[in-house]
C-alpha cells in the first residue's frame, strides 16, 4: 500500500514561515485528492487544505489567507506553504489522501513560538 513521507517542520516563531513537503511512494498520486491534516495536543486531527486532482482547493477558516497547498503530479509531492504562523498553528501535521486511504506517516512537527 502507497504510504507517505512529510518535511519541513521546525521551529519558528510567530510571524514566520514553514513549507512542507509531503512524498508519496507507491500508488497513483495523480490519481488521489491529497490534503493536509493536523493534530495539535489534545485535540482531533482535522483537515487544514486540500487539493483534487482537477485543482479544486479548499481551507480551514482558520489558515485561509496564510496557507497555501500546491501539489507536483510529477515529484508524487504535494507542499504547504504556511506563512504569518501563529502559535495555535502548533501541530504535527501530516499529509494523506482525501478521503484517507493512504498508511499514514509519522508527520512533521510545527513548532510556533517565541
Known amino acids: 500500500q502507497a504510504h507517505v513521507v512529510e518535511t519541513g517542520g521546525g521551529l519558528v516563531q510567530p510571524g514566520g514561515s514553514l513549507r512542507l513537503s509531503c512524498t508519496v511512494f507507491?500508488?497513483?498520486?495523480?490519481?488521489?485528492?491529497m490534503a493536509w491534516y493536523r493534530q495539535a495536543p489534545g485535540k482531533e486531527r482535522e483537515v487544514v487544505a486540500r487539493?483534487?486532482?482537477?485543482?479544486?482547493?479548499s481551507y480551514a477558516d482558520s489558515v485561509k489567507g496564510r496557507f497555501t497547498i500546491t501539489r507536483n503530479d510529477a515529484k508524487n509531492t504535494v507542499y504547504l506553504q504556511m506563512n504569518s504562523l501563529k502559535e495555535e498553528d502548533m501541530a504535527v501535521y501530516y499529509c494523506?489522501?482525501?478521503?484517507?486511504?493512504?498508511?499514514w506517516g509519522q508527520g512533521t512537527q510545527v513548532t510556533v513560538s517565541s
Open positions: 494523506n489522501s482525501y478521503p484517507i486511504s493512504l498508511n
Open positions: 507507491g500508488g497513483i498520486f495523480n490519481s488521489y485528492f
Open positions: 487539493i483534487n486532482i482537477d485543482g479544486y482547493i
